[in-house]
C-alpha cells in the first residue's frame, strides 16, 4: 500500500472510531433503510439494553414529524421513557395510500412497577416511505392540541383536530382513539351525517393491529354487550390499561352485588374505588362504605384521577360522589366533593342539585350559596 493509501486508510479507521465515540451506531452506517424490519429492528432493538441515541433515532423520522418536533424536544419526549423495554417488534404489512407507502409496526414493550411487577404495552406506530427510506411518522403537535380540546371538554373542536390528525397519519391509533372517545362525550344531537361511528372506529382499530393494547381497551371500553367486553377485558390481562378498562367494563354492570363480584380480585385503583363506593351506597353498607372511603388517602388519591380526566367528565363524577356520601351520612366530604366539582365545572347540574339538598333543611331546596359569584 502506498502512503497515500495508508493515509487515506487511517483516516477512515479514525474517522469511524470518532463516530463511534461521539454516539453514532457503527451498524447503522450500513443500514439497508428501504429494508423495514432491518429498520425496526435497529430503531427500537428488541431484547436490548443499549438504546439507539435520540439524535439516532431523529435521523429515522418523517419530514412532517420533524416539522413537529424538534431534536431537543424529541431527546425529551425520550427520555420520559427511559424505563420502557422493547421486548419484541413486528411488521403488520405495507399498505399503499393515495400514492403513498405506509407500514405499520406492533411494538412490546415492558414496565417494571413499584411492587416488582412486569406490563406489557403492545403499541403501533405508522412508517412511511420517503426516498426509498423507511421514517417515523410521529406527530405530536395533533396529540397535544387534541389533549387540550378535549380536556377542556371541547369535544367538536377534539373531534375535528382528531380528523385532521388522521389525514397525517390515516394509521394512528392515538387519533382514532381521541375521535371514539369525542363522540362518546359528546351530545347526540351533535352527531352529523357523514360522520364516522364508533363501530368504523373499532373495525378501523382493529384493522390497524388486533393485539394493540388501547385498541383492547377502546373495544372493552366502548361493546355495549358486557359478554363481549369482557371477553376483551380478558385479553388484557397483563398489560397496562388492564385496571382503567375493568373500571370501564364495570360501569355496564348496574346491580350493586354483582358489580362487587367483578370488583374480587382486582386492586383497587382509584376509579374502582368510585364504583365500589357507589354499589356499597346504593346497597346501604354504611359500614363498609366509611371503611373504604376513610382508607389511607383515599380522597386525595381519587382526586388525582379525576384531575386527569376532562372537566365534565370529573364534574359529574363529583356530584355523584358527593350524592353518595350525603346519602351515607357524611355531608363535610359530599362538601369537598361539591367544592372540588366546582373547580372543574361550575355549571353541572348534578352539582347544582347537590348544593341545594346540602344547603336546604329537611330537603326543601333553595338557591345554593356555593355557587354565588361562579357563574
Not at 362504605?289 to 388525582?304: P, S
Not at 347544582?352 to 333553595?366: C, F, H, T, V
Request: proline share 3%; with cysteine.
Amino acid at each position: 500500500m502506498t502512503r497515500k493509501g495508508r493515509r487515506s486508510f487511517a483516516g477512515m479507521i479514525l474517522g469511524l472510531v470518532m463516530a463511534v465515540s461521539a454516539g453514532c451506531d457503527f451498524a447503522g452506517m450500513f443500514l439497508d433503510e428501504g429494508n423495514l424490519e432491518k429498520v425496526a429492528n435497529q430503531f427500537y432493538r428488541p431484547g436490548r439494553k443499549d438504546n439507539l441515541s435520540p439524535s439516532g433515532k431523529y435521523k429515522f423520522l418523517a419530514e412532517l414529524s420533524k416539522k413537529q418536533v424538534s431534536e431537543e424536544e424529541w431527546a425529551k419526549r425520550l427520555k420520559r421513557t427511559d424505563n420502557n423495554i422493547v421486548s419484541s417488534v413486528k411488521v403488520l404489512g405495507e399498505k399503499d395510500l393515495e400514492g403513498r407507502k405506509y407500514a405499520v409496526i406492533s411494538v412490546t414493550h415492558e414496565f417494571k412497577e413499584k411492587d416488582g411487577k412486569t406490563l406489557r404495552d403492545v403499541n403501533s406506530t405508522t412508517w412511511i416511505l420517503e426516498g426509498g427510506k423507511w421514517r417515523g411518522l410521529t406527530l405530536p403537535k395533533f396529540q397535544e392540541e387534541v389533549e387540550t380540546l378535549f380536556q377542556a371538554g371541547d369535544y367538536a373542536a377534539a373531534k375535528s383536530k382528531a380528523e385532521e390528525w388522521l389525514a397525517a397519519d390515516p394509521f394512528s391509533v392515538g387519533a382514532y382513539v381521541k375521535l371514539g372517545f369525542g363522540i362518546r362525550r359528546s351530545n347526540p344531537w351533535s352527531f352529523k351525517r357523514g360522520d364516522r361511528s364508533l363501530e368504523d372506529i373499532l373495525r378501523a382499530l382493529v384493522a390497524i393491529n388486533p393485539d394493540d393494547t388501547y385498541a383492547l381497551f377502546c373495544a372493552a371500553t366502548w361493546s355495549e354487550n358486557l359478554f363481549i367486553a369482557k371477553t376483551y377485558l380478558k385479553k388484557l390481562e397483563g398489560m397496562k390499561r388492564y385496571s382503567n378498562a375493568a373500571y370501564n367494563v364495570s360501569l355496564k354492570i348496574d346491580g350493586p352485588e354483582e358489580k362487587l363480584k367483578f370488583f374480587d380480585g382486582l386492586e383497587t385503583t382509584p376509579g374502582i374505588a368510585i364504583q365500589k363506593l357507589f354499589a356499597l351506597s346504593r346497597l346501604k353498607r354504611k359500614d363498609d362504605f366509611t371503611a373504604l372511603a376513610n382508607a389511607d388517602g383515599a380522597f386525595e388519591k381519587i382526586k388525582v384521577f379525576l384531575d386527569g380526566e376532562d372537566t365534565g367528565f370529573a364534574a359529574s363524577l363529583s356530584a355523584e360522589l358527593g350524592g353518595a356520601f350525603r346519602d351515607s351520612g357524611d355531608d363535610a366530604t359530599a362538601g369537598k366533593w361539591l367544592e372540588y366539582g366546582i373547580t372543574r365545572d361550575p355549571n353541572n347540574r348534578g352539582l347544582i342539585s347537590l348544593a341545594e339538598l346540602l344547603d336546604s333543611k329537611d330537603g326543601d331546596r333553595k338557591p345554593s350559596r356555593h355557587f354565588r359569584g361562579s357563574r
